[in-house]
């Protein structure tokens, strides 16, 4: 090199050739692939279909896989860039342990038998529930049903819970209160088969941009969007509605009332599939439109006009995402949704759902097959005769099921802060960058006596305080399936090996189990993930989220497989699209529950000290803690900072301007040195930060005040005041 650099040469023509690529003509020689995998997306929960191409053993691009029925061929920015990830620099290689003070190296073995004799000599003080699990809706499906049995049967604790709790509880909550059982009852289909979508806290262009494709697919719809900031989901609406923060279940409500009020319900659906109509009538009367109006800050025309079109609708569909879920009053709010499907009969009908829009790849796969909020199987903690259905699949004495869920996630938190739990295990999420109130957080971990680490990344702010990190394989890396928000089951395939000593989390949890001396009765001779997949299809047949009828082959082949998907099934081309058609519904009598919800304020309203309200919401280009997306030069560069959106108004009474650096304070914290951007996209009296940034982790300001019943933080609302930075305190 040197010497034809000397020389004169072109020494970068190798780095700059073109060449021919059969499906999209001239590239960079470099990216012209050699070999092609298909698999899933591993960010969020639409579930694309995309193709790794592989080049002398490095992946050198992502594309989307044209044959896929979610995606059609087509990725967001994320997708596109997901494949720079395996080569990130903050990769964790090897298995550390923490030995006077510093990380160090250790072998695998030493590792495990640190890990199992250090959970043991815990379980053996204070008992196995001193132990805790907090894991991810990132793993595979296959991951998720071995590390459930893992925790619950071989840990010995109920303690076990995923940041899932930060997203989608109140969605499962909503689901399993109205309709009996977890499951978003529709299909993205609806989307482009809808006469009226109303999307309530959805910003799906910014959160999940290949939706979109679904609803540009339909020219006769009519797209609502209610959203307290003008997102870009809300410049697509044709109608859009300003409403105030935490003022959609006093909205949904006032629909409600007026769909009573003015005859647009379907009474013979009610009396047949639903139950509490009478007491819905009584709890919404007061939701009349003046009143909906001084709550929401819509007009009540408004109110009247859009509820007409709802009703009067063929198919309606309503999706939501974190806008509602983010909530202390969350699950109420979904349930106030599933009252406006019921009252229709937009339940399972083409076009006509109420659909909770997932989160993260795989959290449908956690619900579905994991130890949290419900057995695996979507069986009830509460029913001996799931539990004794379990026990036998397992061939296990029935009274190792517990007969209630354990912690969850705030409450094992809680827990750690009180000294009841001394081990924990946290795997695939990093919390120090997004559980609320983050300095509360920071004293829990503290606390422990050990604290457990596996991750694929390493340095994260959680990876830094960890006892023991463990190297995970990643996406690309390993194999599995993935559950995406409308029930359908992708497959996900490796492309490359694992850097360094990193193992697969499936290889993990069985080294542990062998250790804990339980991987021959509870993982009898598996050796791969297909081996876990056998088990879960047959622990889910009959069942809801029946499997039975799905092969790792026939996913392949499909792009992609919906359950119910029992093995009388003919063809993926059979597979139910939607739940709840028939109208019975998961409940004991089979009928779905209306439910009366009462809006009420959120928690803390502004104040003369701290004047704003506080949202907080995510960007395209960026994943959660960016642990993935902050490692992709191109995401990076396009999206390097966190920012703070403020109105023009409020801008110029505080005499700020635009770029220049404030602080947001709270009574928990401060975050110094934000952007301003200045921008009507935000209503006056509210501000906005994206809460991907650990360098201005807006989680240091936000309230850790959680859903009675989901147990998922109000991130959502919470009083700051705004500073210059260069006047504030340093
Ligand atoms: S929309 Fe979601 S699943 Fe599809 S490419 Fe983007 S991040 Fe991946």
Known sequence: MNLRRFLGMDIAREKYAFARDAAVGHISAQKVAHDWVKTTCGYCSVGCGMMLGIREGQVVTSRGDPGHPVSRGKLCPKGLAEHYVLNAENRAMHPLLRIENALSRVSWDEAMQTMAGRFRRVAERYGPESIGVISTGQLVTEEFYTLGKLVQLGLGTSNYDGNTTLCMSTAVAGYKRSFGSDGPPGAYE??????????????????????CQHLDANRAKTLIVADPRVTKTAMMADIYLPVRPRSDLALVNGIAHILIRDGLIDREYISQHTKGFDELCRCVEKYNPEYVAGITGLSPELIHNVTHLYGKAKAAFIGWTMGVNHSSKGTETVNAINNLALLTGNVGRVGGSPFSITGQCNAMGTRESGFTSSLPGYRKFESAADREELARLWSIPAERIPTARGLAYPDIIDAVLKKRIKALWIIAT?????FPNIEVLKQALG?????VVQDCFHPTPTTELAHMVLPAAGWGEKEGTYTNSERRVSKVNAAVSPPGQALSDFEIFLRLADELDCRDELFTGWKEPRDAFEEWKRVSAGRLCDYSGITYEALEEAGGIQWPFPKSTDSPADATRRLYSDGEFKTDDGKAQLICTEWEPFPEQPS???????????????WHTRTKT?????LEQISPRAWLEMNPVDAKRLMLRPHELVDVVSTRGRVRRVELRITEMIAPGQVFVPFHFAEWNINEVTQDIFDPISREPNYKQCAVRVERSSLAPG
Request: a negative charge; aromatic letters at 6%; hydrophobic letters at 55%.
């Open 608 to 622: 003369a000290n701290f004047p704003f309200v506080l949202n907080t919401g995510r960007t395209v280009e960026h």
């Open 630 to 634: 902050g490692a992709v030069a191109i």
């Open 447 to 451: 606390e422990l006596e050990f604290l």
């Open 430 to 434: 990093n919390p120090l960058v997004s």
């Open 190 to 211: 609806d989307l482009a088969r809808a006469d009226v979508i109303l999307l309530i806290g959805a910003n799906i262009a910014e959160n999940h941009p290949i939706l």
